[in-house]
């Protein structure tokens, strides 16, 4: 087995022994420092050869421009696609570079041989969805035409590979009009040789009510672009209550529907990189939630002595802990709840997998999928 779960009295030392592997592999594999403590309940990733069934699949990964140089580094080999967070563009059709130069990105992607993807956003000035300014370009013909010149200059200028188009939010009324937009996009890009994938929210019905849903047509969308990508996160989120960000049972509900609209060889699964910790009591509107990594969540469980408990249904770790009188609660990903997302692509033969997002470094994540799937380059 490549996982194995820290039981009482178990040692770095005797898990490394009993999987036949040294303690130093061990720890560099989990990110395991000095002086090497573990948490009761925490998930590790032992070393195993490549499955003799590894199937390949592509593997896309977003992040912004001010990533750490070595993190990225350390990714890149485990990835097809690189997709740079992000651009916008203004109602009159500008684009809106980012604020951090992402020419180097581009460079790094490319030494790897993974191809780097443009991430097209209608962000507000304060990083929020705008289905004000989605409404202003999928209705102006003129400002789409500028738009779609503009990408294809720039693209071509800074040697992108494909577009993706990720907005959200967007209003029921502005549906049809979003779908002809994103063919109008499609047609152009592939006129010049570059994909286009488009982001799509978490669905479980053609119908299905709310803001976040009611403006994408996933049959029409899917049957446009070269490939989707699956949201299937923020569940748990900054301003909602404790909950998994991921729970495997609402995510394989997504997957079950998109795959009766969407071709599953188009279809890639959301995988968050990161969780959230919880001040308790949660009062809805005033407790925020702190974003932490993977591996900050068991060092933080180490730090305080917390047992790591697993939710059976929804596939996902959490513990409880207390600090200067707060209690806390904290959800995150770990192998196990990796394991139980490579398993529905497997099952449902998807294209592959996209994380949000690569900012902080998870290496038994990567480890596992390279057991799992073999990479496409």
Known sequence: MSIR???AGDTLGSIAEASGITTRQLAFDNQIEPPYQLAVGQALYIAQEQAADAREVL??????????PEVLGQTLPFLTELSVFSYGFTGD?????PQVSDQ????????????PILTLTPLSPEGTFNNYLIHQIVTDRQAQTRLIRNLSALMMEKGFD?????FEFILAEDRDAFTEFTRRVTDAMHALGFTVSVALAPKTARNQQGELYEGKDYPALGAIADSVLLMTYEWGYTYGPPMAVAP??????????????IEPAKID???PNYGYDWPLPYEQGVTAAETVGNIEAVQIAVRFGADIQFDETAQSPFFFYQNQ??????WFEDVRSIQGKFNLIKEFGLRGMGYWQLMRWFRPNWLLLSQQFKIAK
């Open 5 to 7: 779960v820290v039981e």
């Open 59 to 68: 593997v896309n990964g977003y992040a912004y421009p001010f990533i750490d």
């Open 93 to 97: 059709g500008d684009l809106i570079e």
């Open 104 to 115: 180097w990105m581009l460079a790094q992607a490319n030494v790897y041989g993974v191809r």
């Open 162 to 166: 494909g577009i993706n188009i990720d």
């Open 248 to 261: 495997l049972n609402l995510v394989r509900n997504v997957v079950e529907y998109a795959v009766t609209e």
């Open 269 to 271: 699964l959301g995988i």
């Open 325 to 330: 009188g707060v209690q806390h609660e904290v």
